[in-house]
């Protein structure tokens, strides 16, 4: 029998009201969106600042519903069975703001645990575990506000996997860390797809991980999914003149076919001239 996906999203579009001088009118933040994500393997969303990367993640978290559509997770829809979804996923949203600076490591878990409804030694096991897992047992007692930005982001990763969720869903997991750190993330997010058939969703801006990491990709723009492969599925797709940006074939080349926009030219911001 074919495992269930990880998430099935149908024609979901999720509007925001929009304020100020363009009130009345609504932002589209994702636009009729059609996705599954297949259980297994590390999933990536690609795509420039304000393409719906985030809403996205959201709106597979439970915290946001979707305005027309639906969302399923492991088969539980987020808007009849939130609880359900949300005991079947760990999610890092907020990058090292998702852990309490003012408590120790060590705290961070055991609480995440009691929040999980794990019985206290079985959190205690849990948390030296995830301790070692992310390379911090020597800083479990130490306060988070004392932490590099590199470990908060591995506590913030071993907080997520505290009920051991079938569906690890992250944020720009590598956003703000030196390459070393960034590194060290990476190892740990391809460990954890591979065993126990855990799925991991991430989105990121960085194409080359993407590509070195994602089995699958979908580059949204603009509220739109534009290519869903793998990572070499999309660059064979580029015709052979096509396929190099800066001599190497890159999804940068990928993306800039599909949209006529380079991702990291889209992500510069627009200032009023
Ligand atoms: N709570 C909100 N209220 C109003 N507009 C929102 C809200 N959240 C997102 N948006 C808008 O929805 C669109 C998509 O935003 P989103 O944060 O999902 O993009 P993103 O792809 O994650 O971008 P980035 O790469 O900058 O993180 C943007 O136009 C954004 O301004
Ligand atoms: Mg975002």
């Known amino acids: 029998m074919p495992l269930m996906p990880a998430v099935v999203m149908e024609r979901v579009t999720r509007r925001f009201p929009s304020r100020g001088r363009e009130a009345g009118r609504d932002i589209v933040a994702l636009d009729g969106i059609n996705l599954t994500v297949a259980a297994g393997g590390i999933f990536g969303l690609l795509g420039p600042n304000g393409a719906g990367k985030t809403t996205l993640l959201r709106l597979v978290s439970t915290l946001l519903l979707p305005s027309r559509g ?17 005991r079947r996923i760990g999610a890092v949203l907020g990058g090292e703001r998702s852990v309490y600076w003012r408590l120790s490591g060590r705290e961070n878990l055991l609480y995440a645990g009691a929040l999980h409804d794990l019985p206290p030694r079985v959190a205690a096991g849990r948390a030296d575990e995830l301790l070692r897992m992310v390379a911090l047992t ?5 306060l988070v506000e004392r932490y590099s930005s590199g470990m908060r982001q591995r506590l913030a ?11 690890l869903i992250l944020d720009e997991p590598t956003a ?7 590194a060290e993330v990476r190892t740990l997010l391809a460990a954890l797809a591979r065993d126990g058939g855990r799925t991991v969703l991430i989105a990121t801006h960085n194409l080359d991980e993407a590509d070195r990491l994602c089995g699958t990709v979908a580059i949204l723009d ?8 793998r990572p070499d599925a999309l ?5 052979a003149d096509e396929r190099t940006s800066g001599g190497a074939t890159t999804l940068e080349a990928v993306f800039l ?17």
């Open 222 to 229: 603009r509220g739109c999914l534009v290519a869903l492969d």
């Open 257 to 273: 076919a599909l949209t006529g926009r380079s991702l990291s030219a889209a992500d510069q911001p627009a200032w009023p001239q």
């Open 235 to 239: 660059k064979a797709r580029l015709p």
């Open 70 to 86: 639906r969302v399923a997770v492991m088969g539980s829809d987020t808007r009849r069975d939130p609880e359900a979804v949300r």
């Open 176 to 182: 703000g860390l030196d390459p070393q750190a960034a």
């Open 157 to 167: 990763l071993a907080r997520a996997l505290v009920h051991d969720p079938a569906l």
């Open 138 to 142: 020597e800083r479990a007692d130490d």
